[in-house]
């Protein structure tokens, strides 16, 4: 705030407040210590103990017992005794009070003061950016929302504004009007997707050249790029420089760095055979890690069985990709050469369950379609890195017949759905939280019409739970002891990869995290024995992964995904 208001605004504000800008200053500081004063309320808090029971035993025993012989001229003889008794139980409800402090925090009263203050700067919005929102846990999410963001957006009066990067279907909105609010989708569909899949990936294309030109201008002065990238056909090289990274800057700079390692250095220019090995190299060292090192993720078992069932649905789509290359259908067999397998379409129906391989970039949503039997389905592409590593020839038919191959993603072969079908049947267990009975994946549906409440208790609540069945072994060989945080796991990824010592920062970059947090894992790393911190010649601290860490956490799984690993 400082740096935009002196050389803009200083002369106007002091002649107009009479002030430094040091005292104007002052007013956020005194804001801030008033936020952190702690203020509390006397409330009165009343619970209700429900059910209490008072039991008594009463018993009397009539004051007059009477014992009465009589003897007859039946020479029979009577006794009476006579005495009297009552059990009785009572239930009452108590109601106990207590006081109770609460501590509070009167946020319709700190807005209004930032705003006098601000306006005294004439700034009338403060912006707030929140990146990687989709990464807090659900309850997390709902915290951050009700206590601070919607307070903030609702009372603030056009003050406060946010940007918040998330992922779709991965945000709470909480009291958040949802119709007054911006949503900008950076999908490729959603971009550029409205009118058809030729017009798409020409402005996909486009958008790819138009970034790394632009990055090239502003960092060497050679913004066409004419030193670093082969001439020779350049429309087809920017396109596969799209296909490999589906125009995401992270992808395009770790591709670009491993092809300059390979090409530039050696004063070669980065050729469309680069852009492949590139997207082969970040599909094997970068992408894998997401199932590689989940394995020793310090979460329970189910949770890693769920992240591995995916690798085992990921596998049967490979597998079918590559049957695809020799299959007897007549839009495959009429093609010259390989017949390009890396698409395929689902019912939108099953879009959920192919997010988190979206997530992790094993496949992209390329396009939503009509199918060739009317129904609306969405479109997805492999991995253009995994398709390298499997020989699965990527995208559709083009030359002379690419008019006709416009519905080429649309075709009957590539419809998915009896793959994910047989992998829901195969893979997911419902279980009752309460009693543990597991009912059959056939019952969902009747399931979800009453709540997902258990048939067989009627008190617990039924949830669907991922297995993997193939990779159960391998994760039930893995000792607890190696589990680890998500982070540190990270953190030994990234030392291995990169194959240096890496710096606190570089090793955050990487993890989109604090370099401070990596600071702090990776001193408890080292006390495990798993990363060796030491100094280089400026005493700046480094870091590498230990011969332990990498015999016990990289000799398992290894490679490229691909069908058949184990």
Not at 95 to 121: N, W
Not at 190 to 204: N, P, Q, W
Not at 336 to 358: I, Y
Request: charged letters at 30%; one cysteine or more.
């Amino acid at each position: 705030m400082r740096r935009r208001i002196e050389p803009t605004l200083w002369k106007k504000l002091r002649r107009a407040l009479g002030g430094t800008l040091d005292e104007l200053f002052e007013g956020l500081d005194d804001i801030l210590a008033d936020a952190d004063r702690v203020r509390f309320e006397n409330v009165l808090g009343a619970y209700l103990r429900q059910g209490s029971t008072t039991k008594s035993l009463e018993h009397g025993e009539a004051s007059a017992k009477s014992a009465k012989a009589s003897i007859s001229g039946q020479s029979s003889v009577g006794v009476g005794v006579e005495s009297t008794s009552s059990y009785t139980e009572t239930t009452a409800d108590e109601a106990a009070y207590a006081d109770v402090l609460m501590r509070t925090f009167d946020v319709k009263k700190f807005i209004l003061q930032l705003k006098v203050l601000l306006d005294r700067f004439k700034i009338r919005h403060l912006y707030i950016f929140v990146d990687d929102f989709s990464e807090l846990p659900l309850e997390a999410m709902k915290v951050v929302v009700d206590a601070l963001l919607g307070p903030l957006n609702n009372w603030s009066d056009e003050l406060v504004k946010f940007k918040v990067a998330a992922y779709p279907g991965r945000i709470y909105f909480g009291q958040i009007d949802k119709s007054k609010i911006d949503e900008i989708n950076l999908d490729l569909f959603s971009l550029y997707g409205t009118s058809d899949i030729v017009a798409m990936e020409d402005k996909a294309v486009d958008f790819t050249r138009r970034l790394i030109q632009r990055r090239l201008g502003h960092f060497t002065a050679d913004p066409q790029g004419v030193n670093y990238f082969a001439s020779r056909r350049e429309e087809d090289l920017w396109r596969q420089l799209f296909y490999a990274t589906m125009a995401n800057p992270r992808s395009l700079g770790y591709l670009l760095f491993f092809a300059y390692e390979t090409s530039l250095i050696y004063g070669r220019e980065i050729s469309a055979r680069d852009v492949r090995m590139a997207a082969r190299r970040y599909c094997e060292e970068k992408l894998n890690a997401y199932f590689e090192m989940n394995r020793f993720l310090q979460e329970s078992f189910d949770e890693r069985s769920s992240i591995f069932s995916l690798k085992e649905l990921l596998d049967k789509i490979i597998d079918r990709a590559k049957v695809l290359r020799s299959s007897t259908s007549s839009v495959i067999r009429d093609q010259q050469g390989r017949a390009p397998t890396s698409h395929f379409h689902v019912p939108l129906e099953f879009e959920s369950l192919l997010a988190t391989l979206e997530l992790n970039f094993f496949v992209t949503k390329y396009y939503v379609m009509t199918d060739r039997d009317g129904r609306k389905v969405v479109v997805y592409a492999l991995n253009y890195g995994l398709c390298q590593h499997n020989k699965i020839e990527f995208g559709r038919p083009v030359g002379s017949r690419e008019q006709r191959y416009r519905q080429y993603y649309a075709e009957r072969v590539f419809d998915y759905s009896p793959i994910l079908r047989d992998y829901l049947a195969s893979n997911q267990e419902i279980v009752c939280s309460a009693c543990e009975v597991r009912h059959d994946y056939s019952d969902l549906e009747m399931l979800r019409r009453y709540g997902m409440l258990c048939p067989a208790c009627r008190e617990g609540t039924c949830n669907v739970i991922n297995l993997s069945r193939k990779y159960e072994d391998t994760l039930r060989s893995v000792d607890e002891s190696l589990l680890l945080p998500r982070v540190e796991l990270g953190i030994l990824h990234t030392l291995k990869s990169e194959d240096r010592p890496l710096f606190a920062q570089e090793v955050a970059g990487d993890l989109d995290c604090s370099y401070q947090l990596i600071g702090k894992r990776a001193k408890a790393l080292s006390e495990r024995g798993l990363v060796h911190r030491g100094e280089n010649g400026q005493g700046r601290r480094q870091y590498t992964p230990t011969s332990l860490a990498i015999r016990v956490y990289f000799a398992g799984l290894g490679g490229a995904v691909e069908s058949g690993d184990t």
